[in-house]
C-alpha cells in the first residue's frame, strides 16, 4: 500500500557539536567540524598555476574575497544568497588562506602561443605538460602549498574538451575543463600528493564568454560572487584536509558505513572496471578503492561484478575503514544505480560473514519518470517520499525548499527511485540517510544536491580511473577526485 510523507531537512554538524541544516550559515555560526581540533588546518597555502592574464584575475579576486563579498542585491531569497565574510581568522573557516608570490607559477605566453597552431590530436597532452610541469615545481620545491589552483586561460580551454564534466555542481568557474586533460591533470596531481581545483576566468570575471568546441544552444548561468566564493573556498578547505561538516548522527543508530559503486569504461573501451568512494560514517570522509573488472548481463546488459570481485571489492572496503577507526562497521550500505546481481550480493555477503557483521542495505538509486504534482506553481518539497511498497519508495531530493523559500532548479524535478534489496532497516530510514548523504558535496555549499555523495563521487572518480594506467599512484583519499 502507497504512503505519502516528508522527511525533515537533515540536519549536519559544525564546530564544537553544533548542527544546522544549511552548510553557509552552519559554518558562519559554529565553523567547521574540525576547527581547533589535532590535524586540522591551521592556514591554508593556496599555490597558483595560470598564465599572465588568469594568474592576475585570480590574485585579484582572492584578494576581494579576503574581505567579503556581499550577498545578493535586491533578492527576497537571503537565505539563499547569503553574503561571504572573508577568508581571513574572522571568516566561516576560522583560519586565513594565504596565496604568495612564492607559490604562484606562471606560464609564459610565448609558450602557450608556440601550442596553439599545432596537431590539434595531441594538443590536450601538450597543454597539459606545460600545467605538469609547473606543478611539480610547487611540489618539488623548498616549500609547498596546500592545495593548487589551476587558472586555465581560454586559449587552453578553446582547445581542450571545454564541455567539462558532465557532474557538473559548481558553477561560474570552479569546474572541470575537459575530461582528458582533467583527467590527465588529476593524476598528476596524485602522483606529487598535492591536490588541485581546475578553475575557468568566469571565476573572477562573470563576463567573460568560454568559448565550446560543441555547439550548444544552452546558456550556463554564472553564479553569484559570494556563492562562488562560498564553493571555492569550501572545496579549498576540504582538499587542504579539512572537515567543513559531517553527517549529524544519532548515537543510537548502527555505526554505518556508506559505499557507492559505479562502473566506467576502460581507455581503450574493451572492457567495465569498477570503482567505489566510501564514506566514512564517523568523519564524512570519502576513501576510493579500485575494483576489478565487470561481466554483462545477458539480458538488459547492465553491468555487474562476479561474485569473487563483489567480495574483493567489500573486503578491502571493510579491511579500509578497520584501519581507519581500528574497529569494524555495524552496518554495511551499498548503493548503485542499477539493481544488485545475485553473483554481487553473494560476495557481499560472504565478505560481511568474515568480519562478522550481521546488518547489510543494499539499494539502487536511480532518477525515475515518477512525478508528483502539489497545488501552487512550485514542485513537491525536497524530503517528500512516496513509499510504494515494502522495498521501493520514491524520493524527491530535488524540490522546493522551506529554508530558501524557493525552487532553486530550472526544470523540473526529477525524483529518484530507491530500491532496496535485503535491507536491514525499513526504506524509509534509508531514504532518510540519502537525503543526508545529498548533502556531503564539498564541492558545492547549496544544500539541496539531487544525488547522494556515495553515487555521485563514484563517478567522478571512474570518470579519473579509465586513465589512470598500471604504475601510476592513485591516492585514495576523494579530494584528489574532485
Known amino acids: 500500500m502507497m504512503k505519502l510523507s516528508h522527511l525533515p531537512e537533515p540536519e549536519l554538524e559544525f564546530g564544537q557539536a553544533h548542527r544546522h541544516i544549511d552548510i553557509r550559515y552552519g559554518l558562519m555560526d559554529y565553523g567547521p567540524f574540525d576547527a581547533g581540533q589535532t590535524g586540522a588546518p591551521t592556514a591554508v597555502r593556496v599555490g597558483l598555476i595560470g598564465d599572465s592574464e588568469t594568474v592576475e584575475g585570480t590574485g585579484e579576486w582572492l584578494a576581494r574575497c579576503r574581505v567579503g563579498i556581499e550577498g545578493k542585491a535586491e533578492t527576497r531569497l537571503t537565505t539563499l544568497y547569503p553574503p561571504f565574510p572573508g577568508s581571513t581568522e574572522e571568516g566561516p573557516f576560522r583560519i586565513p588562506f594565504i596565496c604568495d608570490e612564492q607559490d604562484t607559477r606562471t606560464i609564459s605566453a610565448r609558450a602557450l602561443t608556440k601550442l596553439k597552431n599545432t596537431n590539434p590530436l595531441d594538443l590536450s597532452d601538450r597543454y597539459a605538460d606545460l600545467f605538469v610541469a609547473e606543478l611539480r615545481a610547487l611540489a618539488e620545491g623548498n616549500t609547498r602549498p596546500d592545495v593548487v589552483l589551476l587558472a586555465l586561460p581560454l586559449s587552453v580551454i578553446a582547445s581542450v574538451n571545454a564541455t567539462g564534466d558532465d557532474d557538473q555542481v559548481v ?272 564541492n558545492n555549499t547549496q544544500f539541496d544536491n539531487r544525488d547522494p555523495i556515495t553515487i555521485a563521487a563514484s563517478r567522478k572518480v571512474g570518470k579519473i580511473l579509465k586513465y589512470v594506467g598500471e604504475g601510476d599512484r592513485v591516492q585514495t583519499r576523494y579530494s584528489y577526485f574532485m
Open 171 to 442: 558553477e561560474g568557474g570552479v569546474v572541470a575543463s575537459g575530461v582528458d586533460f582533467r583527467a590527465r591533470m588529476k593524476i598528476a596531481a596524485m602522483e606529487f600528493g598535492l591536490p588541485i581545483q581546475i578553475i575557468w576566468p568566469t571565476l573572477y570575471d562573470r563576463t567573460i564568454k568560454i568559448p565550446r568546441k560543441v555547439k550548444t544552444d544552452s546558456v550556463r548561468e554564472v553564479q553569484e560572487d559570494a556563492t562562488r566564493a562560498w564553493n571555492l573556498f569550501t572545496a579549498l578547505y576540504y582538499k587542504a584536509g579539512g572537515l567543513p561538516w559531517r553527517l549529524a548522527r544519532d548515537s543510537r543508530q548502527l555505526r554505518s558505513c556508506f559505499i557507492g559503486i559505479s562502473f566506467h569504461e576502460s581507455q581503450n573501451g574493451e572492457y567495465l572496471e569498477t570503482s567505489t568512494a566510501q564514506m566514512f560514517d564517523e568523519r564524512g570522509e570519502g576513501m576510493i578503492l579500485r575494483g576489478g573488472r565487470a561481466a554483462k548481463l545477458s539480458d538488459d546488459r547492465r553491468p555487474y561484478m562476479t561474485e569473487a570481485h563483489a567480495h574483493d571489492l567489500l573486503s578491502r572496503s571493510l579491511q579500509n575503514f578497520f584501519d581507519q577507526h581500528s574497529h569494524f562497521p555495524a552496518r554495511v550500505v551499498l548503493h548503485k544505480t542499477s539493481p544488485f546481481h545475485r553473483e554481487e550480493m553473494s560476495g557481499f555477503e560472504a565478505a560481511i560473514d568474515e568480519r562478522g557483521i550481521d546488518n547489510l542495505d543494499c539499494m539502487a538509486v536511480a532518477p525515475s519518470s515518477f512525478r508528483l504534482f502539489r497545488n501552487g506553481q512550485f514542485p513537491p518539497l525536497r524530503g517528500t517520499l512516496l513509499r510504494l511498497d515494502r522495498d521501493r519508495a520514491v524520493l524527491y531530493s530535488r524540490g522546493g525548499v522551506d529554508f530558501y523559500k524557493t525552487y532553486t532548479g530550472m526544470y523540473v524535478p526529477k525524483p529518484l527511485l530507491i530500491r532496496s534489496q535485503a535491507p536491514s532497516q525499513p526504506v524509509t530510514h534509508n531514504a532518510a540517510e540519502i537525503l543526508a548523504l545529498s548533502k556531503m558535496n564539498w
